[in-house]
Structure formats: C-alpha cells, structure tokens
C-alpha cells in the first residue's frame, strides 16, 4: 500500500512540475540548471555553483555563473552552452515529454550538454544516447513551449 501511495504521489508531484512548465528553459525557483553554472560543466568537466552577482537572463531563466570569464563566454555563445532540452530531461524528451532534471545527471556528449530526470533514467539513456538524442531532436521543436 505505502508503495502504490509513493508511486501515486510521484506521479501526481511529476504532473504538477510538467504543468508548471511552460518556459522554454527548466527552471527552479526561478534559476537555470538549478543556479549551477552551465560553462563550468565544459571547462572544469564538473558541476559548480555559480554566485548571485553572476547571473544574466536568456530566454526568461536567470543564468548563474562561478566566473566573470564563464559568463562572457556564456552571453557570446548561449547556445554552445546552454544545455539541450531547455535542461529539461533528454531522456524524456525522447519519450514526447517534459521532464524535471537533477544536476548529478549531467553528460557531455558530442560537445553538448544534457541531464536526465535522475539516475535510474540516466542509466536508460546512456545505453542508446545517439537514438535517444535523434527522437529527443525530432520532438524537442513541438514541445519545448508547452506545457
């Protein structure tokens, strides 16, 4: 019974993140990739908080930055690091959904930067990342602004 209840209540907290979220770009309490800094997880292969005099705002997110070099880099090339998805889930994506994303989730792979809902989905993706990515592609265009 206490399993079928979690189940029900994960589901049900889920559905209410994925309502919630209409912006382009996964945020929590307002900040991008959970306030870590996104240029850090390319140059320092690790994820670093960055600092509330570092931040600027793309695409309705309040972006977090560890350094003034990082956030440079940052607004000249938001693309190249902002991650795929809008930092919702690459695996769900590939499922047609938006998902929530923990920071210990992250990849790089071919020079891009995704997360993952947790790591048992994680797990999931990495077994088949180029499939995953390609529906993930294909879906991201009529998802990434609805709910």
């Not at 960055?50 to 938001?78: C, H, I, R």
């Not at 995704?114 to 009529?142: Q, R, T």
Request: charged residues 25%; contains cysteine.
């Amino acid at each position: 019974m206490k399993r079928i209840f979690l189940i029900l209540f994960l589901g049900l907290l889920t559905s209410f993140q994925l309502r919630a979220q209409k912006s382009e770009v996964f945020v929590v309490e307002g900040k991008a990739v959970r306030g870590y800094d996104p240029v850090a997880f390319f140059n320092k292969e690790e994820a670093v908080k960055g600092v509330d005099s570092l931040t600027w705002t793309w695409k309705e997110a309040v972006w977090y930055f560890s350094s003034s070099e990082n956030k440079s880099l940052f607004m000249a090339q938001p693309e190249k690091y902002a991650p795929q998805y809008g930092g919702y889930c690459a695996y769900g994506m590939s499922e047609g959904h938006k998902a929530p994303t923990e920071i210990d989730t992250w990849t790089l792979f071919e020079g891009k930067l995704y997360f993952n809902y947790n790591k048992k989905v994680k797990s999931l993706w990495v077994k088949d990342k180029e499939g995953h990515i390609k529906k993930a592609d294909a879906n991201w265009p009529g998802i990434k602004n609805k709910e």
